[in-house]
């Protein structure tokens, strides 16, 4: 079941396209990771789909709900982390979550209880400590502690692990597990690859507003392929290597006895290698061809 679903979903900001023409469907329990550089328009794609701001073109659906037409019955079904979640410094964890546990129908011992399971949940119970003294990784916990008060189906955390330590990313990365392993669609946003390729099942790259790449990882780095079509092939010889010209060598760096070079190019030029290492009577220990990891194609997204 489409869980999440964006049609030619559009912002615009001063005459800029923020997000423009954005499509997307995100499937039921799915962990999808959001990625994209700075000013790509995540934030603004996930204001929208909380319905936070209206779109300028184009509309978003949860639960096949169009958001802009039903902000309060999607707030009954969505949880929200924003980029900078903010709390009341001079009270606790307790009397934050209370304060924003009054927003929704619950009476006092409901939201007792509930408080009491997610402070729990994100490792927080039994903390007296005011919230102003927090570090930043105990502050982003409330914060989906706080994402979590309705219970939701759909969760949006934007740029959760932006500023934690690798030991609070980690606690993250598990609880995001675990609240998908209760069956819950959760959409990520992040700027950073890595944190997206651990937790993520599908992943979308979004640039310049514009989604350029959608799918899982191993379709997306076919997907991207051609973005890259760049290839490094490496040489192992016994003998010592000539030197190799050939139109589509970008580069060529040979190591001190050499006996390795990494070539850089822009076709699959191993025949017309092996050919002339043959004629220069060197033997090939080894030849390969490197594909682009997925950060090779990510930084050539970036790169533009
Ligand atoms: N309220 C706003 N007013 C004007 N421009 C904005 C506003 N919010 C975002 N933008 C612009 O829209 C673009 C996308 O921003 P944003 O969605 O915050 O990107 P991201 O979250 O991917 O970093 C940026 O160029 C940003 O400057
Ligand atoms: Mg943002």
């Known amino acids: 079941m489409i869980k999440i679903k964006t049609e030619n979903l559009t912002k615009v900001y001063n005459g800029n396209k923020a997000v423009d023409g954005l499509n997307l469907e995100i499937a039921e329990g799915d962990i999808f990771g959001f990625l994209g550089p700075n000013g790509a328009g995540k934030s603004t794609t996930i204001l929208m789909l909380v319905g936070m701001i209206e779109p300028t073109e184009g509309k978003c659906f949860i639960n096949d709900i169009e958001v802009a037409r039903n902000p309060l019955e999607i707030k009954k079904i969505i949880g929200y982390l924003p980029e900078d979640v903010g709390f009341y410094g001079n009270m606790t964890a307790e009397q934050n979550l209370d304060y924003f546990a009054r927003f929704y129908a619950m009476d006092a011992r409901e939201r007792k209880k509930r408080i009491e399971e997610l402070l729990e949940l994100v490792q927080l119970a039994g903390v007296s400590q005011k919230v102003g003294g927090y570090s930043r990784g105990m502050n982003q916990r409330l914060g989906l ?4 008060l309705n219970d939701p189906e759909v969760l949006f955390l934007d740029e959760p692990t932006a500023n934690l330590d690798p030991e609070g990313v980690f606690q993250y990365r598990e609880l995001v597990k675990q609240l998908s392993d209760e069956g819950k669609t959760i959409f990520i946003s992040s700027h950073i690859l890595s944190e997206v ?6 992943i979308g790259i979004i640039s310049k507003g514009k989604l350029i790449a959608y799918g899982t990882f191993e379709e997306l780095k076919k997907e991207l392929r051609h973005l890259t079509e760049n290839l490094r092939i490496i040489v192992e010889t016994v003998e010592p290597l000539p030197e190799i010209e050939h139109e589509d060598i970008i580069s060529a760096e040979y190591n001190e006895n050499k006996r390795k070079v990494i070539i850089e190019a822009k076709s699959d030029i191993r025949d017309y290698i092996s050919s002339r290492l043959f004629e220069n009577g060197v033997r090939i220990k080894e030849m390969r061809v490197e594909e682009p990891t997925l950060e090779d ?8």
Not at 145 to 148: D, I, M, N, Y
């Open 145 to 148: 502690a706080q994402a979590l």
């Open 197 to 202: 390729s651990r937790v993520c099942k599908t």
């Open 297 to 304: 194609i990510f930084l050539s997204v970036y790169q533009g």
